[in-house]
Structure formats: structure tokens, C-alpha cells
């Protein structure tokens, strides 16, 4: 039985207890709900203080490649990351899902026109095997992670397609995961919401605060996390 205590910042009411421990399908509904509470413009003060952060960090700027997902509908906004990391000469990968299966192969843009809608519904760019990037081999790169939740230990709640933490477990650079405050939770293994498959994210970067793993030293491309945690 998860404790009502453990739910935090996403559960705030008896019928979001009840959903958090429905499982991972119940508690991605209620962080959706969550999610669309906030008014377009507070999202929009909170995500540019994200990326604010996200800036500042040596990870970034040392970066060669950028991989970011492309934000959808109320997820933190990317498309502000997307522009700074062109406009500071670097190569910026989006991803593209391979059907039937969880892989997704990684094409350099330099625009975003052109991309079309993925059996997701998000915007992936063509097919383009001239622009094809394998990640798998790309140390100098820092890859910008989604989820609907994250915790200090940088285990996110994604959507259950299972492509981000397949990809995670063969990158070698730096992964960030974009988490408003509001929907940062102590432990998701606490509410059952941690899986043998799921890769945690090295950082997680809020509006407040960036979080470091649980092996700080183990990131690469970072060689002073200090005033980076919530000490």
C-alpha cells in the first residue's frame, strides 16, 4: 500500500491518492491533470526559468550535440533550448520512433519546418540517413529528457512507450531531465513507479533548482556540481 505521505507534490487530494495507487497508468493521469492546471502563462515564466538553468550548466555549454525531445502540448517547453543551442554553433539532434519497436534514431536539423507528425502525435524529423547521428557514440553529447514526473534520484515517470529509458541505457553523455517544481516527487520507487528497465537521468533542472543523481562523479562532461544540488 503506498502511504499518502510518499505522494507530496503530486497528490494533493483523496481522489489523487486513490489514482497514485492505481499504479503508473494512475499516477501519469494525474500528473496530466496536474500539468494542465497551470495557466499557458505560468508555464511559460516557469520553463524559461528552466532553461535558464539548463544554460548555466557546464554540461551544456561544453556540448557538442544537443539532443532534445520536441515539446508537445503542456510538457516543458524545448523549443527556446532548440534556438539557443544553434545560435551557440552546436549540432542539435531530434528524435524519430522507430515502429514497432521502443529505438529511436537521432536526425540533425537546422530548422524546424518540415518535421511531421510521429504515430505519437509529436513532430519528428525525415527519415535522412545523410543526417542520421548514432548518440550511442557520442560522449559530447547532452540529451534533454521528458517525463511527467522526476525525483531527486533522477527516475522519471515518462508515458510508457519505454523509447527514452531503451536510449538512456546505451548513451554515454550527459542526460537532463526538465521537471517543473511542482511536479518533482521524493522517490518514485516510493510510489511503486520505479521499474528493473527504468535509466534515471544524470540531472534534473526545475524552475528552482538542479539535482544531481546519486553518482554525481559518475557524470560526464561536469567537473564541478557544487551549488548544482539542494543542499
Known amino acids: 500500500m503506498i502511504r499518502e505521505a510518499h505522494l507530496k507534490a503530486l497528490a494533493r487530494t483523496p481522489d489523487e491518492v486513490e489514482a497514485a495507487c492505481e ?47 520536441l515539446s508537445f502540448g503542456t510538457e516543458v517547453e524545448t523549443r527556446a533550448i532548440i534556438e ?20 529511436m534514431r537521432w536526425y540533425a536539423v537546422t530548422s524546424l519546418a518540415g518535421l511531421a507528425r510521429g504515430p505519437r502525435g509529436v513532430l519528428e524529423p525525415a527519415e535522412d540517413p545523410a543526417r542520421e547521428l548514432d548518440l550511442s557514440a557520442r560522449a559530447d553529447a547532452l540529451a534533454v529528457v521528458p517525463g511527467l514526473a522526476f525525483d531527486a534520484r533522477g527516475f522519471r515517470l515518462g508515458y510508457g512507450g519505454g523509447y527514452f529509458d531503451a536510449f538512456l541505457s546505451a548513451f554515454p553523455g550527459v ?54 544540488r539542494d543542499e
Open 23 to 69: 499504479g503508473k497508468d494512475g499516477l501519469r493521469a494525474r500528473c496530466k491533470e496536474l500539468r494542465a492546471r497551470r495557466s499557458a502563462a505560468e508555464r511559460a515564466a516557469t520553463d524559461s526559468a528552466i532553461a535558464a538553468r539548463l544554460f548555466d550548466l557546464t554540461a551544456f555549454q561544453a556540448a557538442r550535440v544537443i539532443a532534445p525531445y
Open 175 to 228: 542526460s537532463v531531465g526538465l521537471c517543473r517544481e511542482a511536479q518533482l516527487v521524493e522517490s518514485l520507487r516510493a510510489l511503486g513507479a520505479v521499474d528493473a528497465h527504468d535509466v534515471p537521468v544524470d540531472l534534473v533542472v526545475t524552475e528552482a533548482r538542479v539535482l544531481a543523481s546519486a553518482q554525481p562523479a559518475q557524470i560526464r562532461g561536469i567537473r564541478d556540481i557544487r551549488g548544482m
Open 84 to 103: 539557443r543551442a544553434w545560435a551557440a554553433g552546436k549540432t542539435v539532434a531530434l528524435p524519430r520512433c522507430v515502429p514497432g519497436t521502443r529505438a
